[in-house]
Nanobody, 124 residues
Framework: EVQLVESGGGLVQAGGSLRLSCAASGFTFADYAMAWFRQAPGKEREGVSA????????YYADSVKGRFTIASDNGKTTVYLQMNSLKPEDTAVYYCAAERYGLGSSVPAEYDYWGQGTQVTVSS
């Protein structure tokens, strides 16, 4: 059974930091690209960051470049998202996802497995 379990969300003041974790099981983690998406109320799900399993390249949405960092630990089958200098507009439910071809795109439809999401709320 495939599982992606996110943790680390919460309430933080603007300017603060959070680290999200996504523990994966049930598939060959090292073969899959991993990504973080987010969805705010009334908005479409958007790609925040991704990491390719083919060459390790990373993707960041323009809105988070320089503030967020994605990292993947094959030994722990866990992907992380370090979020610094958080802003109120970062408030959303954050989802972890896995993509079998390892490319690491920002398109939700290209991902095969999803976690249940973790809420991040940034107060002003």
């Amino acid at each position: 059974e495939v599982q992606l379990v996110e943790s680390g969300g919460g309430l933080v003041q603007a300017g603060g930091s959070l680290r999200l974790s996504c523990a994966a099981s049930g598939f060959t983690f090292a073969d899959y690209a991993m990504a973080w998406f987010r969805q705010a109320p009334g908005k479409e799900r958007e790609g925040v960051s991704a990491i390719s399993s083919v060459d390790g390249r990373t993707y960041y949405a323009d809105s988070v470049k320089g503030r967020f960092t994605i990292a993947s630990d094959n030994g722990k089958t866990t992907v992380y998202l370090q979020m610094n200098s958080l802003k109120p507009e970062d408030t959303a439910v954050y989802y972890c996802a896995a993509e079998r071809y390892g490319l690491g795109s920002s398109v939700p439809a290209e991902y095969d497995y999803w976690g249940q999401g973790t809420q991040v709320t940034v107060s002003s």
